[in-house]
C-alpha cells in the first residue's frame, strides 16, 4: 500500500498515531546523520497514513537513494535489507528574500520525516527526528541514512519519504534485492550458503559427505532417480543436524541417481549432483536390473520396457529361427525407447520367431522372443518359416539372411540343394506362388503402401521331402553293413576268438617274453625265482640272469649274458632290472664311475682311456656287466625296459635307471604286470594279488 497525500490535519494527529503504534520495530534499525544535524528514531513501526506538516519553512527532500545491505543481529542470523539516504535541505521562508542571502535569518529547524518501505510480504514505516542548527532557508543541510528495510533475496521494496515542506515533500524509489548470486549474500546469508557433497566410491557402497556451512541448522539428503520423462517420485530423504555421511548400497547406484541437499529454513537454495551419469559400472548395473517384456494382443504387437532409468536405446524388432540362431534385424521397423510404458510396432503381426533386441551404442543389450515367454499363446505361423521380403516397385522377392536379402534361387541353392537339383528356380517357384495363393502370412506392410513387405512362408512341407531322402540314406548304408557282416562272419568269428585268447582270464601274458637280471645275493635269487614261477603260468616266457645251463657252460657267464640281452632287444622282449641291495650298490658304483668319466674327459685336452665305467667291475659280476649293456641302450629310449625294486630293502632308483618305469614290488604288483602286458587291457588284479603274496613270503623269509 501507498501512503495518501496531504490531508491538511494538525501536527497533533500525527502525534496520536505515534504514540498509538510506537514502540514496535524491527530490532537493530538504526538512523545515522551527517555532520551539523542530530536525528533519533522516534518508532520503527508506526501507522503510515498521515504525512507531517510544519507551520513554517520544512525539511527539503533533495535526493532517495536505495542500496543493498546485510545486517547481522546475532551470529549466523544475518538477513538481506535495503538502507534509505535522503539528502535534505531548509525550504525558503515563504514570501521572504533570496535564498541564502544575508537577509535571510538563520533558525534552528526540527522536522519530523516519514520513510516507509512496501513490499510483496511486508510493509513498514518508521518515524524520524531531524534537528538542524542555525541553518540557512534554502541552502543544502545534510543527509540522513535509515538502516534498514528488511525483504526476501530478490524481492522488489517500493520506499518512500515524506517530510512537511510545502515543496518537495515526497519522494518515492523501487529497487529489486539482489539474490544468492551477490558475494555478501553468499557470504553472511544462511539461505545463500548451500551446502556441498562429495561422492566417494568403496568396494560395497558408496559413501556421500555433506560438507556445511552452519553447524546449527538441520539439512536433509534426498536421493532420487531423475526421469526426462516425468518427476522421479519423492525418492529417500535423510535429516541430519550439522554434517553427515550417507552410504549408499552399490545395487542402488544407477547412472540416474541423483542428491539433493538443502537446509530446513525458509525458501532454501538446493544444491544437486548426479555424479553416476557417465559412471560405466552404474550402467552396467542398470542393465542387470532392466527388463524387457513382449505383449501380443489380438492383432497387435507391443513391448514394454521395466527399469529404474531412462534408456539411451532403441527397439529393433528381429528374425530368429532358434534359441541359438542368431537375430536378423527387420528393416524400417526399429524406434526409440520412450518411457516405461508399452511401445507398439505399427502393423507387425506376432508370429513365433518373432524377438526385439534393445540395442544401446552398437551393442545388443537385450533379447527376448514370442516364443521365450512362460505362457505361450498360439500364434499363427511355424518356427521353421522363411522370412522372404518384398521390395517396393516391381522388385522380386528375397529372403531375408545374414544382413542382406539373398535371391530365391540364390537361397534354394545354399540351404536346400536337393531340390535344387537338377531343376534351379523350383523353390522360387513354389514360394512365389505360396504368396500369391495367400498360403503365406504377411507380418508387415506400411500403412501409406508403399516400401517393402515382409512374409512368413512355411517350408516344413520342402523340410519332409529333404529328411525323407536322409533316412532313406541312412537305411541303406545300415544295410550294406549288416550284409558285408554276414559276408565276413568267419573273420569275425577268428577276430573275437583272438581277442579272448589273447586277454583271457588265465593266461593274460601269452606270447610275452622277459629277460630277467638280477645280482647274484640270496634274497635277489629268491625273488628272481619267485618271479619266474609266478610269470610262467600267466603265458609269459622268463629266463633269468646270472643262471645255470648249457648256454652257460658253452659260453661262460658275461658272453652268455650279452648274447641274451641282443636277442631281448631284437625281439622287442621285456628286460627286467630287478633291483635288490647288491644291485643297487652296482648301480650307484657305475653311476660314480660315469661321474669320473665324465670329469676326467673334462679336465684332459685329449680322448680319456677311461671310455665305459662298466670295464672296472669284476670279470664275475653279472648284473653290473648288464649295466654296461642296458644303460646306454635305455639312455638313447630305446628298448622296453622295467625296474623292480623290492622293498624294503631298496629305498629309491639310481638315477642312471630312472629312464625305465619304476615298480615297488610287492606292492606295485599291479603296475608292474600292466608294464608286462604291454597296451593289453586285461584285468590283471587277480594275478596281481597272488604275485604279490608270493613275493611277500620270499622275502620274508
Not at 514496535?24 to 504525512?51: F, K, M, N
Not at 538446493?270 to 542398470?286: K, N, V
Not at 512374409?455 to 548304408?477: D, E, N, Q, S, T
Request: aromatic content about 4%; proline content about 9%; hydrophobic content about 40%.
Amino acid at each position: 500500500m501507498r501512503c495518501p497525500g496531504p490531508t491538511g490535519r494538525a501536527p497533533g494527529l500525527l502525534l496520536l498515531l505515534l504514540l498509538a503504534a510506537g514502540g514496535r520495530g524491527a530490532p537493530g534499525d538504526a538512523v545515522i546523520c551527517s555532520q551539523g544535524l542530530a536525528c533519533r528514531l522516534l518508532d520503527s513501526d508506526v501507522l503510515c497514513g498521515t504525512e507531517p506538516a510544519a507551520p513554517g519553512p520544512g525539511l527539503a527532500l533533495l535526493g532517495l537513494r536505495l542500496e543493498p545491505e546485510v545486517r547481522c543481529v546475532g551470529p549466523d542470523r544475518c538477513s538481506p535489507c535495503l538502507q534509505a539516504r535522503l539528502r535534505l535541505g531548509l525550504e525558503p521562508e515563504e514570501g521572504g528574500g533570496d535564498a541564502g542571502t544575508a537577509a535571510s535569518p538563520r533558525r534552528d529547524v526540527t522536522a519530523l520525516l516519514l520513510l516507509s518501505g512496501h513490499g510483496y510480504a511486508s510493509s513498514r514505516c518508521v518515524a524520524v527526528e531531524v534537528r538542524a542548527s542555525s541553518a540557512m532557508p534554502g541552502r543544502r543541510l545534510g543527509s540522513v541514512r535509515f538502516c534498514c528495510f528488511e525483504a526476501p533475496l530478490g524481492s522488489e521494496l517500493h520506499v518512500t519519504a515524506y517530510s512537511g515542506a510545502r515543496g518537495r515533500r515526497r519522494l518515492s524509489q523501487t529497487q529489486r534485492l539482489p539474490d544468492c548470486s551477490w558475494p555478501a549474500a553468499r557470504a553472511a546469508i544462511p539461505q545463500c550458503q548451500v551446502p556441498r557433497l562429495q561422492v566417494s566410491p568403496g568396494l560395497t557402497a558408496v559413501l556421500v559427505e555433506v560438507r556445511v556451512a552452519t553447524v546449527e541448522l538441520n539439512y536433509t539428503l534426498r536421493l532420487y532417480h531423475n526421469h526426462s520423462h516425468g518427476s522421479g517420485g519423492s525418492g529417500r530423504a535423510v535429516t541430519a543436524s550439522g554434517p553427515m555421511n550417507y552410504s549408499v548400497p552399490l545395487e542402488e547406484v544407477l547412472p540416474c541417481l541423483c542428491l539433493q541437499v538443502w537446509p530446513e529454513i525458509q525458501d532454501p537454495l538446493r544444491a544437486t549432483l548426479c555424479p553416476f551419469s557417465h559412471d560405466a559400472a552404474a550402467w552396467e548395473r542398470l542393465w542387470l536390473q532392466t527388463q524387457l517384456v513382449l505383449h501380443d494382443v489380438g492383432q497387435t504387437f507391443t513391448c514394454s520396457i521395466s527399469a529404474p532409468c531412462d534408456l539411451p536405446a532403441e527397439l529393433v524388432p528381429c528374425w530368429s529361427l532358434a534359441p541359438t540362431a542368431p537375430c536378423q534385424a527387420l528393416p524400417s521397423l526399429r524406434q526409440p525407447v520412450t518411457g516405461q510404458g508399452p511401445q507398439e510396432f505399427q502393423a507387425l503381426q506376432p508370429h513365433p520367431n518373432l524377438c526385439v533386441q534393445v540395442r544401446s551404442s552398437g551393442r545388443v543389450r537385450l533379447t527376448q522372443c514370442l516364443r521365450d515367454r512362460e505362457h505361450p499363446a498360439v500364434l499363427p505361423g511355424r518356427a521353421d518359416d522363411v522370412l522372404l521380403m518384398e521390395p517396393g516397385g516391381n522388385a522380386s522377392l528375397c529372403a531375408l539372411q545374414r544382413g542382406s536379402c539373398t535371391p530365391l534361387s540364390s537361397f534354394t541353392a545354399v540351404l536346400y540343394p536337393q531340390q535344387g537339383a537338377g531343376r534351379p528356380g523350383l523353390l522360387e517357384q513354389q514360394l512365389q506362388e505360396d504368396v500369391a495363393s495367400g498360403q503365406c502370412m504377411q507380418l508387415w506392410r506400411p500403412e501409406n503402401g508403399s516400401g517393402v513387405t515382409l512374409w512368413a512362408c512355411p517350408m516344413h512341407k520342402y523340410i519332409r521331402a529333404r529328411w525323407a531322402l536322409a533316412w532313406l540314406g541312412a537305411l541303406v548304408c545300415a544295410a550294406c553293413i549288416l550284409l558285408l557282416l554276414l559276408l565276413k562272419k568267419e573273420d569275425v568269428k577268428g577276430w573275437l576268438k583272438s581277442l579272448r585268447a589273447g586277454c583271457g582270464s588265465k593266461a593274460p601274458l601269452r606270447g610275452r617274453r622277459a629277460l630277467l637280471l638280477h645280482a647274484a645275493e640270496p634274497v635277489a635269487e629268491r625273488a628272481a625265482c619267485v618271479l619266474a614261477a609266478a610269470l610262467r603260468p600267466m603265458g609269459m616266457a622268463v629266463v633269468a640272469a646270472p643262471g645255470g645251463g648249457s648256454g652257460v657252460a658253452a659260453w661262460g657267464p658275461l658272453p652268455w649274458l650279452h648274447a641274451l640281452h641282443r636277442r631281448a632287444l631284437r625281439d622287442g622282449d621285456t628286460i627286467v632290472l630287478l633291483l635288490s641291495p647288491a644291485a643297487e650298490a652296482a648301480a650307484r658304483r657305475w653311476e660314480d664311475a660315469a661321474g669320473d668319466v665324465s670329469r676326467a674327459g673334462d679336465a684332459s685336452s685329449g680322448p680319456s682311456p677311461l671310455h665305459d665305467p662298466g670295464s672296472e667291475v669284476e670279470p664275475c659280476e653279472a648284473f653290473a656287466a648288464a649295466l654296461s649293456c642296458a644303460i646306454p641302450v635305455l639312455s638313447a629310449g630305446a628298448g622296453r625296459y622295467v625296474v623292480a625294486r623290492l622293498e624294503p630293502t631298496v629305498t629309491s632308483v639310481p638315477q642312471v635307471l630312472r629312464a625305465a618305469p619304476a615298480f615297488v614290488l610287492p606292492s606295485e604288483a599291479v603296475g608292474f604286470l600292466q608294464a608286462l602286458a604291454g597296451r593289453r587291457g586285461c584285468r590283471l588284479e587277480p594275478h596281481a594279488a597272488a604275485v604279490a603274496e608270493r613275493l611277500r613270503r620270499a622275502l620274508g623269509e
